[in-house]
């Protein structure tokens, strides 16, 4: 029979706030370390030592599946009802939660890979009238007429697409020289529905409730304060209207402030919903809709939500 574990030692281990955020996944879930890692936002080396302190005090255990390592609780015993008296007392408590049940749909989306590995051979071989432009174009014939804000539209290209089958487009964007140029190929082009306005996203030059569709491409990690910008999208919509997100996933590649002059180093699915949910949005939805081949491999998330119709 084994040892019982020293009460003190499960008190030491239990103590620390990264250490115990992991035992309250663990009384949950089975987690692997990466898994662990993206829930908690720590780095592999800091995840580990935890988890082997965890272990060294008999709260946790291991086992090994190729080359991952899954850990689970031990049992909780009499630290169970402390455990639960630490998760309402912990600010991280819910945000890891919610985390945790993100971690876990993944793992259930087994058509997410089915469906990368289909668009990743889209273009690689040649087929007569087959494109991304010729898809684009047909689902956009196919967008209901509406009222679009195009929020850090920039030149406008997505602007001039949407703006096919739109109501009405009306693209945002801070700088003159862009506005100016997109407003002028929208003239030259005969886009009578574009509208083109001088204005930043965190304080957006539409009334209140007048769009019915709010769309950022490649703009929230322009925005100083995110939160501001979504909270902006969701003033402007009307009650019912869904909010669009394209940006980059959360990535280590420093050169993107300097080369792109971006002010978030991408985002990642969490902090994109806790953006949506704290500005008031409901059935809120993240994808990974891409990854570049070629390095620094930026992946793309694609965010939805509605604001709700009363």
Known sequence: MPPKPSILKTLRAA?????????????????????VQEIIGKGQSHVSTSLAQLKQAGLVQDRRTGKNAFYRLN????????????????????????????????RQDRMRRYFDELAGKFGRQ??????????????????PRMVIADLGAGE???????????????????????????ADLARRNGIANLEYRLGDIEAVPIDDATVDLAFLSQALHHAPHPERA?????????PGGRVAILDLVQHGFEEARE????????????????YLESAG?????TTVVNREPDPPHFETILATAEKPAS
């Open 15 to 35: 103590a620390d706030p990264i250490r115990l955020r992991i035992l309250l996944l663990l009384q949950r879930e089975e987690l692997s370390v990466a898994e």
């Open 75 to 106: 049992g909780t015993g009499s630290l169970g009802p402390l455990l639960e008296e630490a998760a309402a007392e912990l600010p991280e408590a819910e945000r890891d939660r919610q985390a945790l049940d993100l971690v876990i749909r993944k």
């Open 126 to 143: 040649y087929v007569p009238g087959r494109s991304w432009k010729g898809l684009a174009e047909a689902l956009l014939k196919l967008m």
């Open 156 to 182: 406008g290209t997505i602007s001039q697409l949407m703006a096919q089958r739109a109501e009405k487009v009306i693209a945002i964007d801070n700088s003159e020289k862009m506005v100016e140029f997109g």
């Open 230 to 238: 979504l909270a902006e999208a969701w003033r402007i919509l009307k």
């Open 259 to 274: 080369m792109y002059a971006d002010l978030w180093l991408g985002f990642s699915e969490m902090d994109i919903r806790r």
């Open 281 to 285: 949005f409901q059935n809120i939805d």
